[in-house]
C-alpha cells in the first residue's frame, strides 16, 4: 500500500510539473510571435521579409500551443462536475472544448453529460 502511495504522489509531482512546462511553453510561443509581428509591422523591410516574419511568427504559435495543450490534456485528470468522475479526455476533445484557464466544458464518459470540467492532479 506504502508504494502505491508513492507512485500517486511521483505522478502528482510529475503532472504539476508538466503543467508547469504548459504555462511556459505557451508564454515563449506567444511572446516570439508578439515580438515577430511587431517587427514585421514597425520595422521598414521589404514585403517578402515582412511576410516571412509573420508565416514564421504564425507558424512558432501554432506549434507551441498545440504541444501545450497536450501537455496539458495528459497532465492529471478533468474531473466532472455532476458525478466527480475523473478522466482523461481525448486530445480532439480538449483542442475543440471551451475554456477557461484549465477548466473545459466537456462531456463527461459516465454520465454522458457536458458541464466544466476542471483540472484535478488527484485521482
Known amino acids: 500500500m506504502d508504494s502505491e502511495n508513492g507512485l500517486k504522489f511521483e505522478k502528482e509531482q510529475a503532472d504539476k510539473l508538466l503543467l508547469k512546462a504548459e504555462t511556459v ?38 506549434i507551441g500551443i498545440c504541444y501545450a495543450l497536450k501537455l496539458e490534456q495528459i497532465a492529471g ?22 475554456h477557461v484557464g484549465r477548466t473545459r466544458y466537456l462531456k463527461c464518459p459516465v454520465c454522458g453529460k457536458k458541464s466544466w470540467n476542471k483540472k484535478v492532479l488527484k485521482k
Do not use: Q, W
Request: hydrophobic share 50%; aromatic share 18%; proline share 2%.
Open 25 to 62: 511553453l505557451g508564454y515563449i510561443s506567444t511572446i516570439s510571435f508578439l515580438i515577430l509581428i511587431f517587427l514585421a509591422s514597425y520595422l521598414e523591410m521589404s514585403e517578402s521579409l515582412r511576410i516571412l516574419l509573420i508565416t514564421v511568427g504564425s507558424i512558432i504559435f501554432a
Open 77 to 98: 485528470y478533468y474531473e466532472c462536475a455532476n458525478c466527480r468522475h475523473k478522466y482523461v479526455p481525448s486530445y480532439k476533445s480538449v483542442f475543440f472544448a471551451m
